[in-house]
Every structure is written in structure tokens, then in C-alpha cells.
């Protein structure tokens, strides 16, 4: 019985090993990835496209995060399936908002559970009226498998779209199509975001969404978080996810602290699996560390 649960078990985590988690900023892993409807400018590049257009001045951004395991499984030492250390990845975020469609460029880089992958962003946005936005992006994606497959080098492009609407003072609303053309099947999401001010210095946020191509009640996902000002320039963010698509479930939390000209932000955000799809094991849970350095000028 011992080696068929193990048997399982493989099988289970290769099938999951074709997998790398969507790269996330440090500001996003402090939410859980929550975020759809906020005006922000690094997050443009992976999230949603369109809230480029609400800003006027320009950035550049370097994001790095790490990724560890917590409550390693035993099991891991009897098939054996060492968890890997080098689980690093990295992004180089520039953006341009001074033409009247405004966007940027970013460069990424992952190296996850023995799989890695670079992907070059680029992606623009342009006002909708007074009060909305739209914005598009395109990603060429190169990801590198372990030498136990034979082709070793995919390559594929993907596109996503995005749109945000200034509801009133302090409520936005955001919408995000990924892979609309569907040119990696399993890719494509319709995401639906609101944020919604309470105070001057606490901001709440919610985002649902589905893989469209299925059934929403069988692959779909959600997302809510919290932002408080407590000073001028500091923050503290905190999140919650479930995702019913890639079968994780977790939270983060995270502080920032973002002056008229620099800033600096630290996340950490802790997800576990709670069905077949991911290269975790039962009661294992993956920590992402992050931080960032944005400069604004």
C-alpha cells in the first residue's frame, strides 16, 4: 500500500512539474496577487495593462523574490524528490508616461522547481474618456524544462487586455482578459477587479475571475486584500487567494515605504495546494520572500 500511495504521489508531482507560478511583484505577493483594479505602475506589465494610463510620471523597478518550502513532506526523502534551493526569480520594470500612450517594458526571469523562464513584456495604454482606460501587452515567453525531457525550449507569445473605470472619488473597477487568442491553452483567465477607498488611509480590494474556456464553478478564483497608509509614504498590505485553477490556496502580507522619488518594498506570501496540479505535497506550503527597489522620475 506504502508504494502505491508513493506511486501516486509521483505521478501527481510530475504531472505538476510543467508548471511555473505567474511571476509576481512584491507588492502583489503582499495582496496574494489581489489587484486588478488598482492604479498601479510596475504592475502594469503582469497585471493589468490599462492602469498605466492614469500616471504621469515614469519608473524603473527591480522586483526579486525567493522561493521556499515550509513543512517539508517525508515522502520527499523516500521517492527521494529533494525540494530544490536555487527557486529565484527576478524582474526589470521600466515604464514611459510621458507620450500620450504610455507603457514600458519589462524583463523576467525564473527559476522554479528545475524549471526556468524568461519572458519580455511589452505593453501600452491610452485613455478612454475622462474616467476609463484601456491598455494591451504582449509576452514572448521562453521556458527551459529539465534535462530529463527532450525538447527542452518552448517559445510562445501571448497577449492580454486590459480596462479600468474611475467609478467616483475612491472606487475603481478593472477588467483583465489574458490569452484571449488562447495561443497557450490553460493560460486564459477573465479577471474582474474592484477597489473601493474607505478612508483617506485604508484601501480594500477584491478580484474574482475564471479560466473562460470551462466551467466557471469548476475553474475559477478570488482574491481580497488591504492597504493602510500609515504615514505619508508607508504602507502595510495584507491578502488572502483561492484558486480553483491552479489548485493553491494562501496569504501575504507586506510593507512599503514609496518617498516622491525612491522606493522600497518587502512581501512575503505563503501558498499551499489543496488538490492535484501543483508540485507541493500535502501539508507543504511554498514561501515567496520579495523585495523591490522603484525608482520614480
Do not use: C
Not at 9 to 20: C, E, R, S
Not at 224 to 249: E, H, P, W
Amino acid at each position: 500500500m506504502k508504494k502505491l500511495i508513493i506511486l501516486a504521489t509521483i505521478l501527481t508531482a510530475g504531472h505538476a512539474f510543467a508548471q511555473i507560478r505567474e511571476f509576481q511583484t512584491t507588492r502583489l505577493n503582499s495582496t496574494a496577487g489581489t489587484g486588478v483594479a488598482s492604479i498601479l505602475s510596475t504592475e502594469a506589465a503582469i497585471l493589468n495593462p490599462a492602469s498605466a494610463a492614469f500616471f504621469g510620471d515614469s519608473s524603473a523597478s527591480l522586483q526579486s523574490y525567493s522561493t521556499s518550502l515550509r513543512k517539508e513532506n517525508s515522502l520527499r526523502k523516500t521517492i527521494p524528490d529533494k525540494f530544490p534551493k536555487n527557486n529565484k526569480s527576478s524582474g526589470y520594470f521600466l515604464s514611459d508616461h510621458s507620450a500620450g500612450v504610455k507603457g514600458g517594458i519589462a524583463y523576467l526571469q525564473q527559476d522554479e522547481n528545475r524549471f526556468g523562464r524568461e519572458k519580455m513584456v511589452f505593453h501600452g495604454a491610452a485613455p478612454v474618456g475622462a474616467e476609463g482606460a484601456v491598455g494591451f501587452s504582449y509576452n514572448y515567453i521562453r521556458d527551459t524544462l529539465p534535462k530529463k525531457y527532450n525538447k527542452r525550449h518552448r517559445t510562445h507569445h501571448q497577449m492580454r487586455v486590459g480596462s479600468t473605470f474611475i467609478l467616483n472619488e475612491g472606487s475603481y473597477l478593472g477588467l483583465v482578459i489574458v490569452d484571449p487568442t488562447r495561443t497557450n491553452p490553460g493560460d486564459e483567465r477573465v479577471l474582474i477587479g474592484f477597489q473601493q477607498a474607505m478612508t483617506s488611509s485604508l484601501i480594500l480590494m477584491a478580484d474574482v475571475g475564471s479560466q473562460y474556456s470551462k466551467d466557471v464553478m469548476d475553474k475559477s478564483l478570488w482574491g481580497v486584500a488591504i492597504q493602510m497608509n500609515l504615514f505619508d509614504d508607508f504602507f502595510i498590505r495584507g491578502g488572502r487567494s483561492y484558486d480553483n485553477i491552479t489548485k493553491l490556496r494562501g496569504y501575504g502580507y507586506g510593507v512599503g515605504w514609496v518617498g516622491p522619488r525612491f522606493g522600497v518594498e518587502f512581501a512575503q506570501r505563503f501558498s499551499e495546494s489543496f488538490g492535484k496540479g501543483t508540485y507541493i505535497y500535502k501539508k507543504e506550503s511554498l514561501v515567496d520572500t520579495a523585495l523591490s527597489a522603484i525608482l520614480k522620475f
